[in-house]
């Protein structure tokens, strides 16, 4: 999707209900974040652009709510994603949320086949760090998480915070300068 007037990427953003996708979004965007939780209405749509080695590119986020009742409603949106994120939380209240990262892998692969995604690990903010690099026997360890974005062919694994900030930047650009790349080379004549 190229023109002389740049690059434009719909990036699907998807995981459990409440672990943090639109915030994720807002903090990328427009570096604010809110503690009320409003959950999302069945999707929210956002367009942000940015300039990479001097070229503008278009990011279109999508970002489809985690509730089971948007099933449905859910298929239609992955239609023409070049990329894509997959968000769990880190929070131990929603440790379940990094056990169905494999359901939403198989949810996406299904509508959108081999695209670039990333695994996000969010709220980071509310755990030890120390005890994610240290002990493997918790599920979302950093040793668990990074072996299955290696096993599932994902760009990278990285832990995020949209209350503080941390690993936010580094996490959106590391997917939107692999679509690029990809953009740029399948343009070449
Ligand atoms: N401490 C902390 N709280 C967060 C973080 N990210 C999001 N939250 C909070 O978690 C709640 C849910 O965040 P949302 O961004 O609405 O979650 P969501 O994944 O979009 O939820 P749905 O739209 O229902 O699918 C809100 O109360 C946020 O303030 C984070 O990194 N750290
Ligand atoms: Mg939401």
Sequence with gaps: MSDE??????????GDGAVGKTSLIKKYTQNSFQKEYISTLGTQFSKYEEVIDGEKVELYLWDIAGQDSFDVLRQRFYT???????????????????NHV???LVDLKKH??????VLFGNKVDLIDDGELASNPNVPASNSNAEQFVKDN?????????ALTGHGVTDAFKALVRKLYM???ISSFP
């Design 5 to 14: 007037k740049g690059y434009g990427f719909k990036i699907t953003i998807i």
């Design 80 to 98: 023409g994603s070049s990329g894509a994120i997959i968000v769990f939380s880190h929070a131990p209240e929603q440790s379940q949320s990094y």
């Design 102 to 104: 494999n359901k939403w």
């Design 112 to 117: 959108c086949g081999n695209i670039p995604i």
């Design 153 to 161: 062919r994902f760009i990278g694994y990285y832990k995020t915070s």
């Design 182 to 184: 990809i953009a740029k």
